[in-house]
């Protein structure tokens, strides 16, 4: 149960992080001015924030909100992070501009850009992305002891983190399955990462 926990919580988390900051950073990237850079530094200095500054913000928005004790707690300020539109609009300042401007003279729009030229040509960063901010989320533990107060909701690595020194056993055996899926992402993924 507390596994499944863990995947409930990470996975949407990872799915719509990695969509929103695709856009976010297509539009970064696209979008010229002072505004854009006020912007841009804005998620800069979200992102240097440790995620215990923000937790009690968090917690006081999902208390307003009346979602305390539930997934939505943890996924809706997830999928918002900063971490992943910061990378992303690096990667894609990169791409050149001689591209984007042939895809504009062939009749393209900004959606088939985006769809067609940008996002294939960051297939590396997105997988980097989303092993990354799995391994991340995979391994939060203060936010669900915070979130959510009924220990039936929370996941592994809550359980991990609590189980006692008499309980090597049962350490170790929990420790083993927590760990595969990582595992397995970063297997999968190693050469995109490395590229």
Known sequence: ?????SVLLVVPI???QVAIASVAAYSFTRWRGKIRSGIF?????????????TLVPNYLVAEWT???NTRWSIILPGIFAPFSVFLLTKF?????????????????????????????MCHSALYSIVILVFIDYWNMVEQPIIMLSDAEKQPLSVFLSQINT?????AFAVATIYMVPT?????????????
Not at 41 to 53: A, D, G, R, T
Not at 166 to 170: A, N
Not at 183 to 195: I, N
């Open 41 to 53: 530094f804005f998620y800069v200095i979200l992102m240097l924030m440790p995620y215990q500054v």
């Open 1 to 5: 149960l507390k596994f499944w926990n």
């Open 66 to 68: 009346h979602l305390l």
């Open 92 to 120: 894609m300042r990169r791409i050149p501009v001689s591209l984007i401007e042939a895809a504009k003279l062939d009749g393209a729009g900004d959606w088939k850009i985006f769809t067609r030229v940008c996002i294939p």
């Open 183 to 195: 595992l397995l992402l970063f297997l999968h993924g190693e050469d995109y990462l490395v590229e």
């Open 166 to 170: 008499g309980e090597v056993g049962l």
């Open 14 to 16: 990872v799915i719509f």
